[in-house]
């Protein structure tokens, strides 16, 4: 447990589908993150959220969307998907978004897209 | 612009044997410095971790890593590998703040298979 929890934990939608996968995290830090994790392919950081305003968008399709009510919680609006977008979809959060900062890591969504 | 390089896919030790997992980074000051394991299907847990100081730096289960600035590594070492040991293992820069890649840069990482 460490304190960032993803739901769910497995998810499997259709192309025309909308989801939304969330994270809650209860360790009072206030920067979160979403990253990408594809087979054979590094980490990919998707957003980051300091303070709740959202700080990088890494060219992420618009069939993403992220949404942090507050700083506790973090969610991924999914809609019209590609199969090319399963993947493992990891919520961390860290003190702050400085280099110092260690991250906490949920223990993922696996995506399926079919 | 800061990376980190993992140079070894895939590695396969022995049950019992030594082993040291190897990271490059280029950044331009002093970095953080950091080691996580991601077992399947979960997240990633932080192993150790270097800021400044002594250069060795112990961690969780048994790991350590060396900082060397003249070499620009990291490695990850660990005397004695247990079958537990097996996941994929991550090293990590701290980005300056504001980066566009978020507050850490990750390598590719590196599997880690034990043989019995």
């Known amino acids: 447990e460490t304190g960032v929890t993803q739901t769910p934990r497995h998810l499997v939608m259709g192309m025309t589908n909308k989801k939304s996968l969330k994270c809650e995290q209860h360790l009072g830090h206030n920067a979160m993150y979403w990253y990408k994790q594809s087979a054979k392919k590094p980490l990919e950081l998707m957003f980051v959220y300091n303070f709740k305003e959202q700080t990088e968008n890494n060219s992420v399709p618009s069939r993403f969307s992220p949404e942090c009510p507050n700083s506790s919680h973090l969610f991924l609006h999914l809609h019209t998907l590609q199969p090319e977008d399963s993947a493992l979809y990891l919520c961390a959060s860290s003190q702050n978004a400085q280099g110092r900062a260690e991250a906490f890591f949920g223990q993922g969504t696996r995506l399926t897209v079919v | 612009a800061q990376s980190v390089t993992q140079p070894d896919i895939h590695i396969t030790v022995s049950e019992g044997a030594s082993l040291e997992l190897r990271c490059n980074y280029s950044?331009?000051?002093?970095?953080?410095l950091f080691w996580y394991v991601q077992s399947p299907g979960q997240g990633l847990q932080l192993l150790l971790k270097?800021?400044?100081?002594?250069?060795l730096v112990q961690g969780i289960k048994g790991f350590e890593a060396e900082f060397k600035r003249s070499q620009s590594s990291f490695n990850l070492r660990k005397p004695s590998v247990h079958w537990s040991d097996a996941a994929e293992y991550f090293c990590?820069?701290?980005?300056?703040?504001?980066?566009?890649?978020?507050?850490?840069?990750f390598g590719k990482g590196t599997k880690l298979s034990v043989k019995p």
């Open positions: 270097y800021f400044s100081g002594d250069t």
């Open positions: 950044y331009g000051a002093t970095p953080y």
């Open positions: 990590a820069v701290g980005a300056a703040y504001g980066g566009s890649q978020g507050n850490l840069i």
